[in-house]
C-alpha cells in the first residue's frame, strides 16, 4: 500500500536559521498538503499542492511538489519561535475517491532562541 | 471558516464503558468525514472513513464492533467506543473534507481519552 516518509524526525534549529524537512511516497500522489501541529493541538491546514513541479509560498515558508509528484518539501526561512510544533505532509494517492490522507511521520521542531 | 469541533475534548472513564464521541462540521456540510488516532509523539493514523448515509470504511487492522461510527447527517459524525480498556487511552481527532473541497481535511481540536 502507499506509504509516506518523511525526514528529519527532529529537527533542532536556531533562531534565524533555515531549515527542511522532506517527504517522499512510494506511489504516484494525487496531491499532497502540509499541516502543522502545535504540541497539545490538532493539525492546522497549511498548504495543498496538486500540480507537478508546484511551488508555493506563504511567508517564510515555501513548499514544493516533485516533478513525478511523489516527494514534496517544506522550507522555513529566518526560522522564529512561532515555528515551533510538529509538521506533516499527508498524500492522497491517485486511485482514492475519498481524499485518505496517509500522514508522514512528521518532523518535530523545536527552536531555540 | 471550516471549523470543525469535537466534544468532549477530554473523558476519562472506567474500564468495561462506552464513550460517544462527536464530530461537527460548523460552518460547512462534510460529504466525508474521517476518524483517526494519534498516540504521543508520533503520527495521525486513519482509522476509518465515513461518508454520510452509508456505512464507515475501516482501516486494516481497526475493530468495527470496537470503533462504532455513525454519520448521520452532512454535519455531524460520532465515534463509539465500546467497551473501553487502557490500551484505548489515545488521542482521537477528527477530520472533516467539504463538498468540493478538493480533498482539503479541517481537523476537530481532538479528544482524549483516558481509561482507567
Known amino acids: 500500500g502507499q506509504q509516506v516518509m518523511q525526514i528529519p524526525q527532529y529537527q533542532h534549529v536556531q533562531e534565524g536559521e533555515d531549515f527542511t524537512t522532506y517527504c517522499n511516497s512510494s506511489?504516484?500522489?494525487?496531491?499532497i498538503q502540509w499541516y502543522k501541529q502545535r504540541p497539545g493541538g490538532h493539525p492546522v491546514f497549511l498548504i495543498q499542492?496538486?500540480?507537478?513541479?508546484e511551488v508555493k509560498k506563504q511567508k517564510r515558508l515555501t513548499f514544493q511538489f516533485g516533478e513525478a509528484k511523489k516527494n514534496s518539501s517544506l522550507h522555513i526561512t529566518a526560522t522564529q519561535t512561532t515555528d515551533v510544533g510538529t509538521y506533516f505532509c499527508?498524500?492522497?494517492?491517485?486511485?482514492?475517491?475519498?481524499?485518505?490522507?496517509?500522514f508522514g511521520a512528521g518532523t518535530q521542531v523545536v527552536v531555540t532562541p | 471558516g471550516a471549523v470543525v469541533s469535537q466534544h468532549p475534548s477530554r473523558v476519562i472513564c472506567k474500564s468495561g464503558t462506552s464513550v460517544k464521541i462527536e464530530c461537527r462540521s460548523l460552518?460547512?456540510?462534510?460529504?466525508?468525514m474521517f476518524w483517526y488516532r494519534q498516540f504521543p509523539k508520533q503520527s495521525l493514523m486513519l482509522m476509518a472513513t465515513?461518508?454520510?448515509?452509508?456505512?464507515?470504511?475501516?482501516e486494516q487492522g481497526v475493530e468495527k464492533d470496537k470503533f462504532l461510527i455513525n454519520h448521520a447527517s452532512l454535519t455531524l459524525s460520532t465515534l463509539t467506543v465500546t467497551s473501553a480498556h487502557p490500551e484505548d487511552s489515545s488521542f482521537y481527532i477528527c477530520?472533516?473534507?467539504?463538498?468540493?473541497?478538493?480533498?482539503?481535511?479541517?481537523f476537530g481540536p481532538g479528544t482524549r481519552l483516558t481509561v482507567l
Open positions: 477530520s472533516a473534507r467539504a463538498i468540493n473541497s478538493a480533498d482539503t481535511q479541517y
Open positions: 460552518d460547512f456540510q462534510a460529504t466525508t
Open positions: 499542492l496538486v500540480k507537478s513541479g
Open positions: 506511489t504516484t500522489l494525487s496531491n
Open positions: 499527508a498524500g492522497v494517492g491517485t486511485t482514492d475517491s475519498w481524499g485518505k490522507l496517509q
Open positions: 465515513s461518508n454520510e448515509g452509508s456505512k464507515a470504511t475501516y
